[in-house]
């Protein structure tokens, strides 16, 4: 049983349209994340998410809208998708506080043409 | 807030051999240091951490090292084999994790 899982794995899209990546976690975990990983493997978190509050935005342009609908799901939707946003962006989650293991999806690649 | 730097950022060592990675962090309030493996054409999964009350944490071949007045971190894999090769992230808590740049392992046959 897939821990998180993300959907699509794979994704290549034209510049300027809108499309979303889905995530899903059965950890009963309280917290979500999602993180963007460049083409130089630099891993950075972009949203964190409690109990379907978001906590952390790490001025990500507004084109990146992430959805809780509840604590078990983060989606994020992209509007107008630049060459820039082309990376692999990877879904998280870990029990509620610091110190606690992250639990990553296998990624969403992301290519923009 | 935090900063984390991770030396090298490629490593070869050949099959047997040991590894080391190390990293440096600059919040002295950080107190979770975890390290992440990443193979190709997968997500990071946790290898092992050290919390900042603990000096050297041991997992069979893998061990981490934290010096906290110094504000650095490493791992050391011994033994290493092909299945070593990866990317690994160091990473370091204070309100949020922040993860170092990565090193790739090349075990060399």
């Known amino acids: 049983d897939t821990a998180v899982s993300q959907t699509p794995k794979y994704l290549v899209t034209q510049m300027g349209n809108d499309k979303s990546i889905k995530c899903e976690q059965n950890l009963g975990h309280d917290t979500m994340y999602w993180y963007k990983q460049d083409s130089k493997k630099f891993l950075k978190i972009m949203f964190s998410y409690n109990n379907k509050e978001l906590i952390i935005n790490e001025t990500v342009p507004n084109r990146f809208s992430p959805k809780s609908p509840d604590k078990a799901h983060l989606n994020l939707h992209i509007n107008s998708l630049e060459l820039g946003d082309s990376a692999v962006y990877f879904c998280a989650s870990s029990q509620q506080g610091l110190g606690n293991t992250i639990y990553f999806g296998e990624g969403s690649w992301l290519t923009v043409v | 807030g935090e900063n984390v730097e991770q030396h090298p950022s490629t490593l070869s060592v050949q099959e047997g051999d040991s590894a080391v990675i190390k990293c440096t962090y600059s919040d002295s309030a950080s107190n979770y240091f975890p390290w992440y493996k990443q193979e190709l054409g997968k997500g990071p999964q946790l290898i092992i951490d050290?919390?900042?009350?603990?000096g050297e944490k041991k997992d069979q071949r893998i061990a981490v090292t934290l010096n906290k007045t110094a504000k650095h971190f490493s791992l050391h894999i011994t033994e290493t084999q092909p299945e070593d090769s990866a990317v690994y992230f160091c990473?370091?808590?204070?309100?949020?994790?922040?993860f170092g740049k990565g090193t790739r392992l090349h075990i060399l046959p």
């Open positions: 050290i919390r900042s009350n603990v």
């Open positions: 990473a370091a808590t204070d309100d949020k994790i922040i």
